[in-house]
């Protein structure tokens, strides 16, 4: 058995594969959909998006300590040495708070090996943040080894999303009302980048050719300063001609990317960005 437990919150996105072979845990937050509560990992995503328009009402929540209290001890019970809790920015959510206080409430014994990572990232931002660290976790690293390799790359972490409107950051109170009228007056698709923990609207271009040469002119950054660059790539629509144009210019310009393509995005995104557009993560370090 590995040594050190990994448990992320259900907003993070992660293969299959990687959730298999290295055991990982989720604690789900939730979804409240006209005012029922549901949890997130119980929220078929296909129906989920399929009657996202008709909803009147759709809100998300933490999840409780009570959850992450039970995800840790059974992750101790089990045999694990130490646990690693890894949520979602602390700027989006209560999650890491209540991690914090779930932690606090442990035996003295497990408290002190249970470490907590405040990501500085979130859905599909994890996907190309655990490609960047399946070398290290083959290794079966400590949690000391782990939260260092983690707190490298949280910087350099950034998700970028183009969506079809700001309706649903600022029913969500994600987005103040001045931004959000003139983002609907113009009838542009906006371009949200997602760094520091903070949704930032950092364009609202009529021209989409002006929002990919924005997003490739933020990769090209990355690879000027760092020797690893991860990019994870989702789209809601796989005909989309300028994310098509984005992965191949990618792929072309900085072959030394290391590229996955992103299958899924959790119903808790979904409620704040809508079912429209696409996203590029990236995770970089040296």
């Not at 959510?93 to 409430?105: D, G, L, P, R, W």
């Not at 698709?189 to 050719?209: A, C, D, H, T, W």
């Amino acid at each position: 058995m590995r040594k050190t437990a990994l448990i992320f919150d259900s907003t993070a996105i992660i293969a299959e594969e990687h959730i298999k072979k290295y055991d990982i845990s989720f604690v789900s937050l939730n979804v409240a959909i006209e005012g029922v509560n549901f949890r997130a990992l119980d929220i078929n995503e296909e129906e989920f998006k399929n009657k996202f328009y008709t909803y009147k009402s759709v809100k998300s929540g933490s999840p409780s300590v009570f959850e992450f209290i039970s995800a840790i001890n059974d992750k101790f019970d089990k045999g694990y040495k130490e646990v690693v809790v890894i949520t979602l920015s602390s700027g989006l959510s209560s999650t890491h708070a209540v991690a914090a206080c779930a932690i606090e409430n442990l035996s003295p014994e497990r408290k002190a090996k249970t470490f907590l990572h405040d990501s500085n990232n979130a859905s599909v931002g994890i996907e190309p943040l655990m490609y960047s660290l399946l070398e290290l976790l083959d290794k079966d690293p400590s949690a000391a080894e782990l939260i260092k390799a983690l707190e490298v790359r949280a910087p350099q972490s950034r998700v970028l999303f183009e969506i079809d409107n700001l309706r649903h950051l600022y029913r969500g109170g994600r987005l103040n009302p001045l931004k959000y009228f003139i983002g609907m007056a113009l009838k542009i698709k906006p371009l949200i980048e997602f760094e520091n923990g903070e949704l930032k609207v950092i364009g609202q271009n009529r021209s989409r050719r002006k929002t990919m040469d924005t997003i490739l002119g933020k990769i090209d950054g990355f690879v000027q300063k760092f020797k690893n660059v991860y990019v994870g790539l989702f789209t809601y629509a796989t005909d989309d001609n300028i994310f098509k144009a984005i992965y191949g210019i990618i792929k072309e310009r900085w072959p030394q990317i290391k590229i996955n393509f992103t299958k899924k995005i959790c119903p808790v995104f979904t409620t704040h960005l809508g079912i429209d557009g696409y996203s590029v993560a990236v995770v970089s370090y040296n």
